[in-house]
């Protein structure tokens, strides 16, 4: 089992449709939770940073924490097609900037 | 050009050759990372490195030398090439007390 999952997709939304993104994890010890987007053949950018529990909100992104379920999601609202791209969740046990956890990825389409 | 940077590219090298792939920051960042990224896996970690002179194995190092003489470059070396080395590598950086990292555009190497 991997340490963290998440379904690769691809998920196929309509333009304007709400996107649920999804990761669970298996180490207890991760405090830090982050969401990156990639664009076909570019490099991971950060897009959503939380640290322990909670929600956190930025323009049509929300990021949000269970820790006690060991899971993490990521909503988009109002999605546009220049939201297609694979969304990857990553974790660390502490800020030190290092030893990052990442997902697999998730392939997401919004079709206009 | 402030940011990060990877050269080559692109890459086609044949089995048993020695290939460099270069990595370069201009932001001064301590910690720098080196991480592959290929279907069905996500990105795993090969080598980081904290500082110069100090590096580190990740999740999938062997086959794999690194350097970090200079705090801004961070090259990896493939040894002897190996078709199951084909993939898309990433180099990353970040600062000391900051969990995100800055990914470069990618070197997408192929091993015939």
């Known amino acids: 089992q991997k340490e963290v999952e998440q379904d690769p997709g691809p998920l196929s939304v309509p333009e304007g449709a709400i996107v649920s993104l999804n990761c669970t994890y298996s180490n207890s010890a991760f405090q830090y939770f982050m969401w990156y987007r990639q664009y076909s053949r570019k490099g991971p950018e950060l897009l959503m940073y939380t640290y322990s529990s909670g929600n956190k909100e930025d323009g049509r992104f929300t990021a949000q924490v269970d820790k006690s379920s060991k899971y993490i999601s990521l909503f988009i609202r109002d999605s546009q097609p220049s939201d297609s791209a694979t969304y990857l969740c990553?974790?660390?046990?502490?800020?030190?900037?290092?030893?990052?956890?990442f997902g697999g990825g998730t392939r997401l389409m919004v079709k206009p | 050009d402030a940011g990060i940077t990877q050269s080559p590219r692109y890459k086609i090298t044949e089995t048993g050759r020695q290939v460099t792939l270069m990595c370069h920051q201009t932001?001064?960042?301590?910690?720098m990372f080196w991480y592959r990224q290929d279907l069905g896996h996500g990105l795993r970690l090969i080598y980081y490195?904290?500082?110069?002179?100090?590096?580190d194995k990740g999740e999938v190092p062997d086959g794999y030398v690194v350097s970090r003489s200079k705090t801004e470059n961070f090259p990896l070396t493939l040894e002897s090439a190996t078709r199951s080395q084909t993939s898309v590598y990433f180099c990353a950086s970040s600062g000391q007390l900051n969990t995100e990292a800055f990914f470069g555009q990618g070197t997408r190497l192929t091993v015939v």
């Open positions: 990553a974790m660390s046990e502490d800020n030190a900037g290092n030893m990052l956890t």
């Open positions: 932001w001064s960042h301590s910690y």
């Open positions: 490195s904290a500082a110069a002179d100090i590096t």
